[in-house]
């Protein structure tokens, strides 16, 4: 499994190289690095990061992990569309489901499922 990640994070390298823009909102494309935090509906606070792969058509595919340089299994895995701004999405196989408002460098947004929470991300430039 451990190998199979490595693969998967190194296929993400090659794939995060693709650069669009989003209709009428001039924010840089969806796809790369971010880190975050965010906060649950129990009270529990989380730092996270998030890789973003560009799946076509629209449709994008977040790895939520503890750190950007791990090879450790993502803690959850969204998957949804990205339309206007607004990233829609269902995780963990359909246990959560979610949105979140793309403006420019930050993205804020929420999930609900067994355990409700927000959180607010920040692109990684490539220069940190």
């Not at 199979?4 to 494309?29: I, K, N, R």
């Not at 649950?40 to 750190?67: E, H, P, T």
């Not at 990233?87 to 949105?99: I, N």
Request: aromatic share 8%; charged share 20%; net charge negative.
């Amino acid at each position: 499994m451990t190998n199979g990640l490595v693969f998967l994070m190194m296929g993400v390298g090659l794939l995060l190289g693709s650069c669009s823009m989003l209709g009428g909102h001039g924010t840089a494309d969806f796809a790369g690095d971010w880190q975050g935090s965010g906060a649950d509906s129990q009270g529990n606070r989380a730092v996270f990061a998030a890789k973003v792969i560009d799946l076509g058509g629209g449709q994008y595919r977040m790895l939520v992990l503890d750190s950007l340089d791990t090879q450790k299994k993502p803690m959850h895995v969204m998957e949804g569309m990205l339309a206007d701004g607004t990233y829609t999405y269902t995780a963990d196989g359909g246990l959560y489901h979610g949105e979140c408002k793309l403006e420019g460098d930050l993205l804020e947004g929420y999930y609900a499922g067994s355990v409700d929470g927000t959180f607010t991300m920040q692109r990684v430039s490539e220069k940190e």
